[in-house]
């Protein structure tokens, strides 16, 4: 059965984002992935640029480890966030950081395909500077971008339609990979 990880980078509990994660894995599930969502947290440090992941692995001990394990074992992830100030929240951004192991270590066990699922508050936000952020990432680990769900105008509509626009693009942009 294939492994989907969904990080969530919202510090909101039920908002938005997260309400976006759980449908993505039922969804996903529904597809025959088995999923684990993972909330981050402030237990996720920042990196500290200290090289010392060039051995394979970050020498900080915090909740990071649980997403490395969890990332290993992935065939897709799913990276969530709210847009804070046009880019993506400082939880998954820290998150994002911390794979510089993978960087220094490019044969490391990794999903082969990433999406995005981004909201905003704004009517007319700014998706574009999380995107490049989600994208180089997934160049320097070594995997196939699918793209970005961008759910503009929450502060108005709470997240009404939400849930459809999820499911439709989780199941256009997976079908479509699984078909390559």
């Known amino acids: 059965m294939p492994a989907a990880l969904i990080l969530c980078g ?57 997403i490395y394990e969890e990332f290993a074992k992935a065939d897709l992830l799913v990276l969530a966030t709210p847009v804070h100030f046009s880019g993506p929240s400082s939880l998954i951004k820290s998150a994002v950081d911390r794979f510089q192991p993978y960087w220094y270590n490019r044969g490391l066990s990794h999903p082969s395909v990433a999406l995005g ?24 680990v070594g995997m196939r971008w699918l793209g970005q769900l961008e759910f503009p105008d929450t502060d108005r509509n709470g997240g009404e339609g939400a849930a ?13 990979s699984a078909e390559q």
């Open 117 to 140: 699922l981004v909201c905003a508050g704004s009517d007319s936000p700014r998706f574009g500077p999380t995107e490049s952020i989600f994208r180089a990432f997934c160049a320097t």
């Open 10 to 66: 919202s510090a909101r509990e039920d908002g938005v984002t997260e309400r976006m994660c759980r449908t993505a894995s039922e969804t996903l599930e529904s597809m025959g992935y088995d999923t684990v969502s993972i909330r981050i947290t402030d237990d996720v440090s920042h990196c500290r640029d200290c090289g010392l992941c060039r051995g394979g692995r970050c020498v900080l001990d915090d909740a990071m480890s649980g």
């Open 164 to 176: 459809e626009a999820v499911e439709g693009f989780i199941r256009s942009a997976v079908g479509a």
